[in-house]
């Protein structure tokens, strides 16, 4: 059994973007597969009881839970799903497992964003020789740079995002 360090989370609001009044929020810690301790913010719908379908949300690279896949993962919970926060942790050769994924995979780019080629990219090589392809869809948004997405409210696709879950059956 792996041994779970004891890591000091803060419990104060520490997020760049207002706490919604719809959603119940709480830090976690969970351990990876090579025993390391990770932190984590899990939002669920205010007074969640019972089962809700999950999302686990992780921002661009360079961003933080407490920016960008927080704020994804408090705007989905207001929609009535489980979600999760969490940094990008990968221990492989980025993207060599890609198109093993059999879970329902949304990848959100600006059209205009500098590392938009990298959305393609990771989206191509996810569907390629894949017998998981269904359930993976390249949201392009019109216009959009990087940070746009971060928490552009008026930018980001939240209908979407929700509608690409509940055809994949999350939700």
Known sequence: MLKTEELKLVSEWDKTFPKSEKVDHEKVTFVNRYGITLAADLYKPKNAFGKYPAIAVSGPFGAVKEQCSGLYAQTMAEKGYLTIGCMSFMNQPILKYS???????????????????????????????????????????????????????????FDKIQKFFEENGVG
């Open 99 to 157: 198109n093993e994924i059999r879970s329902a995979v949304l990848i959100v780019h600006g059209e205009k964003a500098h590392s938009y080629y990298f959305g393609k990219d990771a989206y191509e090589n996810m569907i390629k020789d894949s017998k998981y392809t269904s359930n993976k869809e390249l949201l392009t948004i019109p216009g959009a740079v990087h940070t746009d997405l971060y928490d552009n409210l008026d930018m980001i696709p």
